[in-house]
C-alpha cells in the first residue's frame, strides 16, 4: 500500500470518494449537468492524484498583479529563478521548482508544467518532496493566463496566497477565488508579502483588517503571515509551513476532503431538510383505481354479465327457441374479449388484442390528475430536481399506458371459456321436456289422423290431475311445453345472479392485472427515484466527512 492510499484510509478519503463514485453514478439524468460535470472531473482528479503518490506534495504562489509572488518564489528557492520587474504581467506560464525530483516528472506532466528546475545540493533540505509553483496573476490582463491559473489552483495540494498592502483587498481575488474556496481552508495560507512597507505602528491593524475579512468569507481558520521577501521577513515562518505540509505527506489528502465537501455544499441543496416520503396507499389506491377505470373494467364487466345472460339462455332455454340467442354475436365476442372465441392457452396470449376503445378524454384526465396528485405528494417539500424527476417517472410511460391497458385486458382470465355444470344438466332436461313435447304432439296428430279417415282409435289412457282426467299424449304436450317454459324462465334468473359475479370476478381480475401496470409502469419507477434520492442523499452527506 502507498503511503497516500494509507492516508487516505487513515482520513476516511477512501470511504468518501466511493461515496463520490456513488454520486457520480445515481447523479447521471437527476443532477445538474454542471454539477455532474464537476463530480466526474473530481472523480477523474482523485483517482489520477492517489496514482501518483504522495511522496511529492504540490504547492501554488497564487495573487493579483504586484503582490510580489514571483519575488517571495524566488526568496524561499534561494536563487532567482522566477524573472521579477515592473512591467506586468511578469509571470506568462506557471514554473515549478521540485526539491528531490525523483519521482516528480509524471505529477508535473499531470500538472501540465513544462517549466521545471529541479535544485540539487541546494535543495537537499527539509523541503525535500516540494514542488513550489509559481502561477501568472489572478487578475492579468491575459486570458489563457487567467485560464492557466484557474486550472492549477484545481489541480494543486496547497494554496499560499500572496497578498499586499495595497491590493489586499482586492475584489478579483475575493470573489472569484478565497470566498469560492472558504471549505479549503485546511489546504490555504495567505502571505501577506511587503510587509515591510507597512510603518510598524500600523502592521497590526493591516494584518488585523485583512484577517476579518477572511473570516467574513468563511476562512476564519486560515493562517495569515507577514512577510517580506525583499528582507526575508517572516519567511522562516513561511518555510515552516512548507516543511509542515512536506513532513506529514497529507496535504494532496487534504485538498482531496476540501474538494469533496466542496462538492457536498454545492450539492446539499439538491436534498434539502426533508426526509425522503414514500408512495402512499391511497395514492397507489388513486392511480390503480384511474387506470382500472381507463382501461374499460367496466364495459367489460358489462359485457361478461350480457354474455353470460345470453350463453344461459342458449344453453338451458326452451330448445324450440334458445336458438334465437345464438342469432347475434355475444357482447364478449364484439369486443373481442378473450375466451369470447378462443380457446384458453391462446385467451392467456398477451399478444392478442381487444376491440375495446381507447380510453376517453375525461379517463385520460382522471389518470394525469392521479399521477399529478402522486406526484405532488410524494414531492411536497423536496427541492428540485425531485419534483421534475419524479414526474417523469411517473410519466415516463403515458403514451404507452392505453397499449399497455389493453393488453392486460386481453391476458386477463375473465372466465368466458368455462361453462357452468349445471348449464348440461338443465340442457339434457330440456332436451327430455322437448322429446316429450314432441311425442305427445305426434300422438294427438295420430289420433287426428286417424278420426279423419273414420279408422278405429286405439284405446286412449288418461291420468287423474286433481279432478281433471287428461290424456296421455295432451299431458305430454302441455307438459313438455309449460315446464320447459318455466326450467328456461328460472334458469334465466340464476343466469342473471351468475352474471353479475362472474362481471364482479372479471372486474377484480381487470384491476388486479392493471394495478399489475400501474406497478410496472407508475409506482415502481417511481419508488426507484425515491430509493435513488435516498441513497444519493446520503451519498452525497458521506463527502463532507470530518473537518
Known amino acids: 500500500m502507498t503511503l497516500l492510499a494509507r492516508t487516505s484510509d487513515e482520513s476516511g478519503l477512501s470511504r468518501r470518494l466511493q461515496a463520490l463514485d456513488k454520486v457520480v453514478e445515481l447523479g447521471t439524468d437527476r443532477l445538474d449537468p454542471t454539477a455532474l460535470a464537476t463530480a466526474r472531473t473530481l472523480s477523474g482528479k482523485a483517482a489520477e492524484r492517489l496514482r501518483l503518490g504522495a511522496e511529492h506534495t504540490v504547492v501554488a504562489l497564487a495573487g493579483t498583479t504586484g503582490s510580489g509572488k514571483s519575488s517571495l518564489f524566488n526568496a524561499l528557492v534561494g536563487t532567482e529563478l522566477a524573472t521579477t520587474g515592473m512591467r506586468r504581467p511578469v509571470t506568462s506560464t506557471a514554473q515549478a521548482a521540485v526539491w528531490n525530483p525523483d519521482g516528480a516528472e509524471s505529477l508535473l506532466d499531470w500538472l501540465g508544467v513544462k517549466r521545471r528546475h529541479h535544485l540539487g545540493e541546494e535543495g537537499a533540505d527539509e523541503l525535500s518532496g516540494l514542488v513550489l509553483l509559481d502561477l501568472p496573476d489572478v487578475d492579468s490582463v491575459k486570458v489563457d493566463h487567467r485560464l492557466e491559473v484557474d486550472r492549477l489552483v484545481e489541480l494543486v495540494d496547497l494554496l499560499i496566497w500572496v497578498v499586499d498592502p495595497q491590493k489586499y483587498a482586492d475584489s478579483a481575488l475575493h470573489d472569484n477565488y478565497l470566498r469560492p474556496l472558504k471549505t479549503h481552508a485546511d489546504v490555504t495560507v495567505v502571505a501577506f508579502n511587503q510587509i515591510d512597507r507597512v510603518p510598524t505602528p500600523r502592521r497590526a491593524d493591516v494584518v488585523t483588517d485583512l484577517r476579518g475579512l477572511l473570516e467574513r468569507e468563511g476562512l476564519g481558520g486560515v493562517p495569515v503571515l507577514p512577510v517580506s521577501a525583499r528582507t526575508s521577513e517572516g519567511l522562516p515562518a513561511l518555510r515552516g509551513r512548507l516543511n509542515e505540509a512536506v513532513a506529514a505527506h497529507e496535504a ?25 416520503p414514500e408512495v402512499e396507499r391511497s395514492d397507489r389506491a388513486s392511480v390503480v383505481g384511474a387506470l382500472t377505470e381507463a382501461s374499460g373494467a367496466d364495459a367489460v364487466a358489462l359485457a361478461i354479465a350480457r354474455t353470460h345472460r345470453s350463453r344461459t339462455r342458449a344453453a338451458t332455454g326452451w330448445p324450440m327457441t334458445r336458438w334465437l340467442a345464438r342469432i347475434r354475436p355475444s357482447a364478449a365476442t364484439r369486443l373481442g374479449l378473450p375466451g369470447a372465441r378462443l380457446s384458453p392457452s391462446q385467451a392467456e396470449d398477451e399478444l392478442v388484442r381487444t376491440a375495446l376503445p381507447g380510453p376517453s378524454a375525461v379517463q385520460r384526465a382522471r389518470v394525469d390528475t392521479a399521477l399529478r396528485n402522486l406526484v405532488d405528494r410524494t414531492t411536497a417539500g423536496l427541492p428540485q430536481p425531485w419534483p421534475t424527476v419524479l414526474t417523469r417517472a411517473a410519466t415516463g410511460h403515458r403514451e404507452q399506458l392505453p397499449d399497455l391497458l389493453d393488453r392486460a385486458v386481453a391476458g386477463a382470465d375473465l372466465g368466458l371459456a368455462r361453462r357452468p355444470r349445471w348449464w348440461s344438466a338443465v340442457r339434457i332436461l330440456q332436451n327430455v321436456l322437448a322429446l316429450m313435447a314432441v311425442l305427445g304432439a305426434v300422438w294427438l296428430l295420430g289420433l287426428f289422423v286417424l278420426d279423419w279417415f273414420r279408422l278405429p282409435e286405439p284405446p286412449l289412457p288418461d291420468v287423474d290431475v286433481w279432478e281433471w282426467r287428461i290424456p296421455v299424449p295432451t299431458g305430454m304436450l302441455l307438459s313438455g311445453v309449460l315446464v320447459g317454459l318455466v326450467l328456461g324462465f328460472l334458469s334465466a334468473r340464476l343466469g342473471a345472479l351468475g352474471a353479475r359475479r362472474q362481471a ?44
Open 504 to 547: 364482479s370476478k372479471a372486474r377484480r381480475r381487470i384491476r388486479a392485472r392493471v394495478e399489475q401496470v400501474a406497478t410496472e409502469a407508475v409506482l415502481e419507477p417511481v419508488s426507484a427515484e425515491l430509493a435513488a434520492r435516498t441513497e444519493l442523499c446520503a451519498a452525497i452527506s458521506q463527502l463532507r466527512g470530518r473537518r
Open 252 to 276: 494532496s489528502v487534504r485538498r482531496l476532503n476540501a474538494d469533496l465537501r466542496a462538492l457536498a455544499d454545492e450539492l446539499g441543496p439538491n436534498c434539502g431538510p426533508a426526509k425522503t
